[in-house]
Each structure stands twice: as structure tokens, then as C-alpha cells.
């Protein structure tokens, strides 16, 4: 191998801890005069949940407002934090009578505007209903409530033995409640699937102030409709998770980060293929090596080998035997013969791992200050070259003054296409030119059978764009079902449809 020693730089902060600094231009800062909070309903607020735990100050309204999305205003009435599934209710019950809307509130750390408050919503926050509630060895399974952060569920996991295997970059502040409810994707999803797969029961509350209690645990549970998969992805339209039971993993042996130079996106195709074929990959990752240049710029990290390529792949594996190392190490001679793969380096330690990993996990928040307009579109893997290059085609001739920054999870078909707005453009004619340029995009994914939100959701920012990949009489399907768990219309109004 080429460049086998680590070049990576030192340990930096851990990478998953560190908060997306939420740099808004001035004009978005601005909170739009909210109306101020009924008192009466205030009080009864307060006496649900006590003192001190109903927000009306204009920081905190800003705060609980927004999440990583960069358009809208935060604009909510109050920001209510329960501490229990009964108050979650309570408060459910009071905002039916006062018609009230409420935007549940995990960590705020979604891309697509489903945690905004922009039109006088109540907020309503799980950061106090953080604990673990239940391990259980033989079931291999835990119980937690909502508001844990994703990272500290990771890390309870491990002190048993085991392992909670969706991650992605923002697990240090994402809560496990929003994950469940956009059905979160991240980084290992070519081994492990999507939050979906891991979560055995759940406990919510619907629009209407009933308490549902989902699947309760079982592996094998045929008894009709299955809510408990409803709720996942629904995007705090249909109740408030407060409760999750979850599946846990053996930990991965000893793995190993290789991270590959590669030629053009077909070579990558091929890596995908070559690797895939003879080993099980916990991730297949890509980036650009525009994507590489942004992260050097922002991050302590250094350039994985001297020589730069246009393309990188990252991949991880594990080490279940001394032999897997040797038969990464004889396909990567096969691909450089192949002129797939131009330079190439691996971990020989978990600091090492680590450090590559943070090339590909740090370029969403290293774009965040150039205010990236997103795309997380999917198709089939198969149809991956093709569409490519028809994505490749349409933005080379309908952006060609913006950067364009290629990244994401190619193993399963999910690619992150951020468009960095120049510096001498306003934030509203930069979007407005790139909205007007991702019709086409969704007309493309829809004629490849994609998605237009792979796993970011569909929020407010992929409303437009929703019935590209839904049929019309899914999104009418999807709109009785919201009835009639929230026959009001108070949670997450505005969002989804
Ligand atoms: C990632 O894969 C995240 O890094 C964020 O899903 C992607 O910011 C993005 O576009
Ligand atoms: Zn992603």
C-alpha cells in the first residue's frame, strides 16, 4: 500500500461532542415579535410542569426555535419542558382545548426545518426526560426515555458489552425521541439499517392525549397494524415519543478505517463492488475532494495522503480475523491495478480511526458557514453511476458559478449535494436560484425511482418536493391517517404535507 503510514492529524476535541455553532445571517436572527404566551395558559402550563420549566425569554426562544436549517425565523410562543410521559399529556390535552400547536423539540440538530417553530407554536422540549429506565442482558434491549442524547445511549451500550449502532455526526446533541422520529440514517446504515430497525416499542402520545404503548418489546408481535412503525419517520405529526424501547448489537471487533483515492465516481462503483463483494463493510462512505479542501481549511486534521485525487472513499470494516486486514490490504492492489484507486491509508488504532472518520463526519458543519443549500437524495445503489451522472450533468450546467460539494453514503445509495453560496449573494437570492433549480433535481430523482429526502426528512424544507417520490393517494393516505391520530391538527402543524 502506497501511503500505509497514518498521516492524520492529532486527537483534537472528540468529534461527536462539539455543537454546530449556529451562525444565522443578521436578518434570520431576528425573532418575528411572537405573540406573547395567553397568561392563563401559561399558568396552567406552569402548574403542570412547575416553576422555572415554561421559556418565554427571547434567548430561549431562539434557541428551541430552530434547528440547523437556515431559512426561517424562530417565532414560538413558549418553550415547555415535562419531566414525565403524564405531563407530555397534560400538556397535549391543554393545547387541544386552548388550540394550541406544538412542535416537539428533540436536539434540534435536523436539516430540514421539521423542529421550527416560526408561526407562535408551543415548543415542547424532552431535554429533562433523559434517563435510561431499563437494561435488560437477555433481551439484549433498553428502555429509555426520549431526551437521552444519542451519544450517551452509545455510550450506556457499551458499558454493558454492547452497542447502539446508528451514528451519525451530530450524536453528540441529537436525542434518540427526534431520532426515532425522522427515522435516522447516518453512517453505518449499508450494515445496520436506519433507526427503524432498532427500535422494539415506544411509548407516545397522540394529538388527541391518548398514551400509546407500542410493540412493548417483542421481536415477534403479528397482531394487525404495526403504529409503532407510523410513528417512526412521522415527524412529530402524529404523537410525541416519550419513550423508546431499544435494540442492541455485539459491538464490532476492532475496526478499521481505510480510506482510498480514488479516480472519477465510477471507479468508486467499483471499489463499492470489489470491497463489498469479499467483506463486510460496517460503512461506505464518499467525499469530493472539494469536500476534503473545506474540511483542511476549518478543521486540525491533515490530508489522509500526500497525493490529492478528486475522489475519496472511506471505508470501515471489522477485523474478525487477522486475515480480513490481508485481504483489504490484497484488494487494494487490485484496485490501484485496475486505475481505480491512485493512493490509499488505513488505521492501525482507534485514535487513527477516529481521525479519518472526522474528514468525512466534519464536512456538514464545515460547510454550515458557507450556508450550503442541501440535497440528501437516494436512489437503488444500482442505479448510482447513471443517476450520477445525470446529477453531475444538471448541476454543472445549472449552477455553474457555485461551488458544489459531493459527499455522502454511496454504499447505500444516499448523496449529500451541497451548493455553497458565494459570498457577494444575499441568502435569499441564493436560495431563491437554487429552489428554482431543484425541481429538476426531484424530477430527476423521481424518473430514477429515488427519493428527494433520503434521511434528513421531509420538514418544511422538502414540503415542495414531497410528491416527487409520494403518490398523490399516499400523501392523501398520509393525511387521513394524521387525522386521526391528531384530529386537531396541533402537533407539528405545517410540516410534513
Ligand atoms: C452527513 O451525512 C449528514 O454528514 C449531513 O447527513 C449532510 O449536511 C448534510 O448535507
Ligand atoms: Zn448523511
Redesign the pocket.
Known sequence: MPSAAYTSGGAGHPHKTHQISKQLPELLIQLQSPKPMDSKILQQLQAIVGEGRVLTDADSLQNYGLDRTTVWSAAPCAVVLPGKTEEVQAIVRLAGRENLAIVPSGGRTG?SGGAVAKSGELVLALDRMNKVIDFNAVDRSLTCEAGIITQQLQEYAEEQGLFYPVD??SAGSSQIGGNIATNAG??NVIRYGMTREWVLGLKVVTGNGEILELNRGLIKNNTGYDFRHLLIGSEGTLGIICEATLRLAPPPKDPAVLVLGVSDFPAIMDVLKTYSGALTLNAFEFFSDLALEKVLAHQPLTAPFEQRTPYYALLEFEQTTPEVLDTAMALFEDCVEAGWVLDGVVSQNQTQAKNLWRLR?D??ET?SFSK?Y?N?ISVQVSQMPDFIRAVDDLASQRYPDFEVVW???IGDGNL?L?ILKPDELSIEDFTQECSSVSTEVAELVQSFNGSVSA??GIGLLKKPYLSYTRSETEIALMQQIKSLFDPKGILNPGKLF
Open positions: 436539516l451519525f455526526a447516518g453512517i463526519e464536512i456538514s460547510l450550503p442541501k440528501d459527499y455522502g453514503h449529500h451541497n434521511e434528513h
